[in-house]
């Protein structure tokens, strides 16, 4: 069986930071030099095991479709990205749902459920649009959909000063730009890393950023605030 199914998988994010030094170790030692444009968001098909308590039916367990679709969903938003593949967003089509397995005698059963999702995964060499959502001495982290922890360093922001205030911000100092928090900055990736689990953080990719080059570094665009994922 193949349905459309347009869910949405992203929710509204809780922001919690982790220290800039540690986020430093972690990505420079996936960072690499090289340039490449990929493309960021795939739709892949993948499959996993949905369980549900079914009715039984002259030995045949049956399960409404939509249920295990909802199900299906909640699992991947706790799932919320691979390393293979990243962030997941959205459930596209269900192509298959195989006879369920009885697991134990409480009655609930494992349904293999073969469906198509929409994935973003970041790689060196992309060019993205992320708003700032911390900002500190040693640089800025950038949200990108999903992704919150992409640090633009001080280092690969040529030009710009730390201004310490309430509201702190990089200032140019030639063409009198800011960077701060709310600001939409365009940008290159220069390292990416995965989190499996670091403190709080868990199964999250990191980025290191650079706006090195003419046409990087804060945007404005009406009505656009990060990318539209």
Known sequence: MSVTLPFILSDPLQISLIKTPTLLTLLLCGAASSFQITDMI??????????ACPAN????LLVCPRYLITQLM???LNEKASKEHGYFLAVTSLKNIDKGQVLDESGYASFPVTFKCRTFKPVIGDFLQGVVHYTSREGVFLRIGPLKYAFLPVLKMPGYSYVSEENPY?????????INNGI???FVVLGVSWIEKTGTVEREFALIASIEGEILGPVSLPGTYELDL
């Open 42 to 51: 795939s739709e892949v098909e993948l499959q996993r095991n949905v369980i």
């Open 57 to 60: 039916s002259d030995g045949e």
């Open 74 to 76: 909640e699992d991947l």
């Open 170 to 178: 990089f200032l140019n100092g030639n063409t009198h730009a800011k």
């Open 184 to 186: 939409v900055v365009y």
